[in-house]
Protein backbone atom coordinates (compact mmCIF):
# COMPACT_ATOMS: atom_id res chain seq x y z
CA UNK A 1 0.00 0.00 0.00
CA UNK A 2 1.12 3.45 -0.71
CA UNK A 3 2.74 5.09 2.09
CA UNK A 4 3.91 9.04 3.01
CA UNK A 5 6.88 9.95 5.13
CA UNK A 6 7.26 12.89 7.03
CA UNK A 7 9.83 14.25 9.39
CA UNK A 8 8.87 13.94 13.28
CA UNK A 9 10.07 17.22 13.91
CA UNK A 10 11.46 20.67 11.78
CA UNK A 11 12.90 23.37 14.41
CA UNK A 12 13.22 27.29 12.93
CA UNK A 13 13.82 30.40 14.59
CA UNK A 14 11.63 32.91 13.92
CA UNK A 15 11.69 35.27 11.04
CA UNK A 16 13.76 32.11 8.84
CA UNK A 17 11.91 29.42 6.55
CA UNK A 18 10.59 26.15 7.24
CA UNK A 19 10.30 23.78 5.05
CA UNK A 20 8.36 20.00 5.44
CA UNK A 21 8.64 17.20 3.15
CA UNK A 22 6.50 14.32 2.53
CA UNK A 23 7.73 11.67 1.02
CA UNK A 24 6.00 8.89 -1.61
CA UNK A 25 6.48 7.00 -4.40
CA UNK A 26 6.23 9.04 -7.06
CA UNK A 27 4.29 11.17 -5.43
CA UNK A 28 4.85 14.23 -7.99
CA UNK A 29 2.04 12.33 -10.09
CA UNK A 30 -0.61 12.94 -7.06
CA UNK A 31 -1.97 16.14 -5.23
CA UNK A 32 -1.03 16.46 -2.50
CA UNK A 33 -3.02 18.68 0.44
CA UNK A 34 -1.24 20.12 3.73
CA UNK A 35 -3.16 20.51 7.30
CA UNK A 36 -2.09 22.57 10.00
CA UNK A 37 -3.32 21.36 13.66
CA UNK A 38 -2.57 23.46 17.02
CA UNK A 39 -3.14 21.86 20.26
CA UNK A 40 -6.50 20.94 20.78
CA UNK A 41 -7.80 22.85 17.58
CA UNK A 42 -9.48 20.69 14.47
CA UNK A 43 -7.16 20.91 11.67
CA UNK A 44 -7.24 23.31 8.50
CA UNK A 45 -6.47 23.38 5.13
CA UNK A 46 -3.51 25.49 4.36
CA UNK A 47 -2.32 23.80 0.76
CA UNK A 48 -4.33 21.94 -1.35
CA UNK A 49 -3.75 20.84 -5.09
CA UNK A 50 0.15 20.90 -4.67
CA UNK A 51 0.09 24.52 -4.23
CA UNK A 52 -3.01 26.58 -3.57
CA UNK A 53 -3.81 28.31 -0.69
CA UNK A 54 -7.45 28.26 0.21
CA UNK A 55 -9.00 31.77 1.47
CA UNK A 56 -7.53 33.34 4.36
CA UNK A 57 -4.29 31.58 4.64
CA UNK A 58 -1.14 33.86 4.33
CA UNK A 59 0.67 33.93 1.35
CA UNK A 60 3.53 32.57 3.79
CA UNK A 61 2.28 29.31 3.34
CA UNK A 62 2.98 27.72 -0.15
CA UNK A 63 3.80 24.08 -1.38
CA UNK A 64 5.55 22.14 -4.49
CA UNK A 65 5.69 18.88 -5.32
CA UNK A 66 7.89 16.88 -7.70
CA UNK A 67 9.40 13.00 -8.19
CA UNK A 68 8.95 11.42 -4.77
CA UNK A 69 8.47 14.31 -2.21
CA UNK A 70 6.18 17.44 -1.92
CA UNK A 71 7.03 20.53 0.14
CA UNK A 72 5.39 22.84 2.71
CA UNK A 73 7.35 26.02 2.62
CA UNK A 74 6.49 28.21 5.69
CA UNK A 75 8.13 31.50 4.85
CA UNK A 76 9.02 34.20 7.74
CA UNK A 77 7.88 31.92 10.59
CA UNK A 78 6.09 33.55 13.14
CA UNK A 79 5.73 32.16 16.83
CA UNK A 80 2.07 31.35 15.71
CA UNK A 81 3.18 28.67 13.02
CA UNK A 82 3.94 26.17 16.15
CA UNK A 83 1.76 23.45 14.90
CA UNK A 84 1.86 19.68 13.80
CA UNK A 85 1.65 19.39 9.90
CA UNK A 86 0.07 16.53 7.99
CA UNK A 87 0.20 16.08 4.20
CA UNK A 88 -2.69 14.25 2.60
CA UNK A 89 -3.07 12.33 -0.58
CA UNK A 90 -6.24 10.34 -2.69
CA UNK A 91 -4.59 6.90 -3.56
CA UNK A 92 -7.16 6.18 -6.61
CA UNK A 93 -5.73 2.75 -6.98
CA UNK A 94 -7.86 2.16 -3.34
CA UNK A 95 -9.90 4.91 -3.30
CA UNK A 96 -8.53 5.79 0.21
CA UNK A 97 -7.25 8.77 2.06
CA UNK A 98 -3.64 8.81 3.03
CA UNK A 99 -2.29 10.78 5.80
CA UNK A 100 1.43 10.90 6.49
CA UNK A 101 2.40 10.75 10.02
CA UNK A 102 2.71 14.39 10.97
CA UNK A 103 5.17 16.67 11.18
CA UNK A 104 5.49 18.72 14.69
CA UNK A 105 7.04 22.48 13.85
CA UNK A 106 8.73 24.34 16.61
CA UNK A 107 9.58 27.68 16.55
CA UNK A 108 12.75 28.47 18.67
CA UNK B 1 -20.52 29.54 5.24
CA UNK B 2 -19.77 25.90 5.14
CA UNK B 3 -20.23 24.45 9.06
CA UNK B 4 -19.95 21.30 9.89
CA UNK B 5 -21.16 20.22 14.06
CA UNK B 6 -20.36 17.62 15.83
CA UNK B 7 -22.29 16.13 18.37
CA UNK B 8 -20.55 16.59 22.14
CA UNK B 9 -18.20 14.34 23.85
CA UNK B 10 -18.87 10.83 25.19
CA UNK B 11 -17.69 8.79 27.68
CA UNK B 12 -18.85 4.89 27.88
CA UNK B 13 -18.12 1.69 29.30
CA UNK B 14 -16.28 -1.46 27.19
CA UNK B 15 -19.04 -3.03 25.24
CA UNK B 16 -21.60 -0.15 24.79
CA UNK B 17 -22.85 1.00 21.69
CA UNK B 18 -22.55 4.20 20.28
CA UNK B 19 -23.63 7.12 17.22
CA UNK B 20 -21.69 10.41 16.61
CA UNK B 21 -22.94 12.85 14.16
CA UNK B 22 -21.95 15.50 12.21
CA UNK B 23 -24.52 17.98 10.93
CA UNK B 24 -23.57 19.89 7.87
CA UNK B 25 -25.05 23.38 6.69
CA UNK B 26 -24.39 25.92 4.30
CA UNK B 27 -23.77 23.77 1.19
CA UNK B 28 -25.39 21.08 -0.75
CA UNK B 29 -25.09 18.25 1.66
CA UNK B 30 -25.91 15.68 -1.03
CA UNK B 31 -22.62 16.67 -3.56
CA UNK B 32 -19.36 16.39 -1.53
CA UNK B 33 -18.32 13.02 0.30
CA UNK B 34 -18.01 13.29 4.16
CA UNK B 35 -14.92 11.64 5.62
CA UNK B 36 -14.39 10.54 9.02
CA UNK B 37 -10.70 10.93 10.83
CA UNK B 38 -9.35 9.42 14.31
CA UNK B 39 -7.09 10.70 16.34
CA UNK B 40 -5.59 8.76 18.81
CA UNK B 41 -4.50 10.92 22.35
CA UNK B 42 -0.85 12.29 21.12
CA UNK B 43 -1.04 10.48 17.91
CA UNK B 44 -1.28 11.50 13.88
CA UNK B 45 -4.32 11.56 11.92
CA UNK B 46 -5.75 8.25 10.50
CA UNK B 47 -8.60 7.94 8.18
CA UNK B 48 -11.45 5.82 8.70
CA UNK B 49 -14.22 5.99 5.92
CA UNK B 50 -16.04 8.37 3.73
CA UNK B 51 -19.32 8.44 2.85
CA UNK B 52 -21.47 10.15 -0.08
CA UNK B 53 -24.76 11.45 1.60
CA UNK B 54 -26.40 11.89 -1.90
CA UNK B 55 -26.54 8.23 -2.73
CA UNK B 56 -24.81 6.81 0.77
CA UNK B 57 -21.99 4.87 -1.50
CA UNK B 58 -19.42 4.58 1.31
CA UNK B 59 -15.35 3.32 1.57
CA UNK B 60 -14.30 2.27 4.62
CA UNK B 61 -10.12 2.39 5.37
CA UNK B 62 -9.06 -1.64 5.42
CA UNK B 63 -7.80 -0.53 9.34
CA UNK B 64 -11.51 0.10 10.03
CA UNK B 65 -13.50 -2.01 7.95
CA UNK B 66 -16.34 -4.25 10.59
CA UNK B 67 -15.30 -2.61 13.20
CA UNK B 68 -17.43 1.14 12.77
CA UNK B 69 -20.13 1.89 9.95
CA UNK B 70 -20.95 5.44 8.69
CA UNK B 71 -24.07 6.19 7.80
CA UNK B 72 -25.83 9.49 6.25
CA UNK B 73 -29.68 11.12 7.06
CA UNK B 74 -29.68 13.39 3.36
CA UNK B 75 -33.33 14.45 4.61
CA UNK B 76 -31.46 16.45 7.98
CA UNK B 77 -28.21 16.83 6.27
CA UNK B 78 -26.43 14.39 9.16
CA UNK B 79 -23.42 11.74 8.92
CA UNK B 80 -22.37 9.15 11.33
CA UNK B 81 -19.75 6.68 13.13
CA UNK B 82 -21.31 4.35 14.84
CA UNK B 83 -19.67 1.38 17.39
CA UNK B 84 -21.56 -1.84 18.38
CA UNK B 85 -19.44 -2.98 21.02
CA UNK B 86 -16.71 0.04 22.13
CA UNK B 87 -13.56 -0.69 23.44
CA UNK B 88 -10.97 0.88 25.56
CA UNK B 89 -8.51 1.23 22.74
CA UNK B 90 -11.46 3.46 20.39
CA UNK B 91 -10.86 6.41 23.05
CA UNK B 92 -10.06 9.28 20.74
CA UNK B 93 -10.98 12.10 19.10
CA UNK B 94 -13.01 11.74 15.81
CA UNK B 95 -13.60 14.21 13.29
CA UNK B 96 -15.84 14.90 10.48
CA UNK B 97 -14.61 16.66 7.36
CA UNK B 98 -16.03 17.58 3.82
CA UNK B 99 -14.21 16.26 1.11
CA UNK B 100 -13.54 18.20 -2.41
CA UNK B 101 -10.37 16.82 -3.45
CA UNK B 102 -8.98 17.67 -0.04
CA UNK B 103 -10.78 18.00 3.30
CA UNK B 104 -11.43 21.50 3.23
CA UNK B 105 -13.70 21.87 6.14
CA UNK B 106 -13.56 19.68 9.19
CA UNK B 107 -15.84 19.48 12.60
CA UNK B 108 -14.69 20.54 15.82
CA UNK B 109 -14.45 16.92 16.78
CA UNK B 110 -16.06 14.51 19.40
CA UNK B 111 -14.17 12.98 21.75
CA UNK B 112 -14.84 9.35 22.54
CA UNK B 113 -13.89 7.84 26.18
CA UNK B 114 -13.83 4.68 26.90
CA UNK B 115 -13.27 3.32 30.35
CA UNK B 116 -14.81 1.06 32.90
Known amino acids: SYVLTQPPSVSVAPGQTARITCGGN??????VHWYQQKPGQAPVLVVY???DRPSGIPERFSGSNSGNTATLTISRVEAGDEADYYC???????????FGGGTKLTVL | EVQLVQSGAEVKKPGESLKISCKGS????????IGWVRQMPGKGLEWMGI????????RYSPSFQGQVTISADKSISTAYLQWSSLKASDTAMYYC?????????WGQGTLVTVSS
Open chain 2, 97 to 105: ARIVRSLDY
Open chain 2, 26 to 33: GYSFTSYW
Open chain 2, 51 to 58: IYPGDSDT
Open chain 1, 26 to 31: NIGSKS
Open chain 1, 49 to 51: GDS
Open chain 1, 88 to 98: QVWDSSSDHVL
